[in-house]
Nanobody, 116 residues
Framework: QVQLVESGGGLVQPGGSLRLSCAAS????????MGWYRQAPGKSREEVAH???????NYADSVQGRFSISADNAKNTVYLQMNSLKPEDTAVYYC??????????WGQGTQVTVSS
């Protein structure tokens, strides 16, 4: 089992920045990939970014060049640095972890609101 605890959401003005954190605990050695999805009312769920344990990353076209995913392995924590935020980035952001046997684990979600 893997447990994920998210933090870092909040209210920010357009053009501002936030950094989300996702701290993993439990069977951490089983994780192959960690990433972030977001869900906004009336919109489909969208994968924002993911990071494999080998270091490869992928980003949604909508956030390419603005968001960056990284990890601090010593702290078992994955981060999502969000820059140049836009109102359309407003959503609940969910961290996920994928195990080597394709089990998926979810964080509790953290609200990001971009508004002036």
């Amino acid at each position: 089992q893997v447990q994920l605890v998210e933090s870092g959401g909040g209210l920010v003005q357009p053009g501002g920045s936030l950094r989300l954190s996702c701290a993993a605990s439990g069977s951490i050695a089983t994780i192959s990939t960690m990433g972030w999805y977001r869900q906004a009312p009336g919109k489909s769920r969208e994968e924002v970014a993911h990071l494999t344990t080998s270091g490869s990353t992928n980003y949604a076209d909508s956030v390419q060049g603005r968001f960056s995913i990284s990890a601090d392995n010593a702290k078992n924590t994955v981060y999502l640095q969000m820059n140049s935020l836009k109102p359309e980035d407003t959503a609940v952001y969910y961290c996920y972890a994928l195990s080597h046997v394709r089990n998926i684990y979810w964080g509790q979600g953290t609200q990001v609101t971009v508004s002036s």
